[in-house]
């Protein structure tokens, strides 16, 4: 995230987060730089974009997924989870960083 003159954070990512491909790359060079190895590790994802990155490991895990992932996961015999909030959670998102205008506030809390 990227930080303002005044030290808060802005809330905007100063890199664009690594998908797809990238992603399993990324994945197996740490787990060769750290002596791991990618058929005992666990990816969890919700997307089919990561469809590398859960390919890549020993124990693929389809959380919350988007229906194309939930299809083929299911079909490939991998474990899926549906996640709900934990009981008491707040039912919106909290805001981060400075308050929200007027109009934020309208579409968030809606």
């Known amino acids: ?20 491909e990238t992603r399993a790359q990324i994945l ?5 730089s750290e002596g791991l190895r990618l058929d005992e590790s666990i990816a969890y994802a919700d997307s089919a974009s990561d469809l ?7 124990f693929p895990v389809a959380v919350n997924p988007e229906t194309r992932l ?4 299911r079909k490939r015999g991998w474990l899926v989870e549906n996640w709900e909030k934990a009981p008491g959670a707040p039912l919106t998102l909290l805001p981060m960083g400075p308050l929200l205008g007027e109009r934020e506030r309208r579409r968030v809390f809606r």
């Open 1 to 20: 995230m990227t930080v303002r003159d005044d030290g808060t954070y802005s809330g905007h990512l100063a890199e664009v987060p690594p998908t797809g």
């Open 28 to 32: 197996a060079d740490y787990c060769d």
């Open 52 to 58: 590398p990155l859960l390919e890549a490991v020993g």
């Open 70 to 73: 939930a299809a083929i996961a």
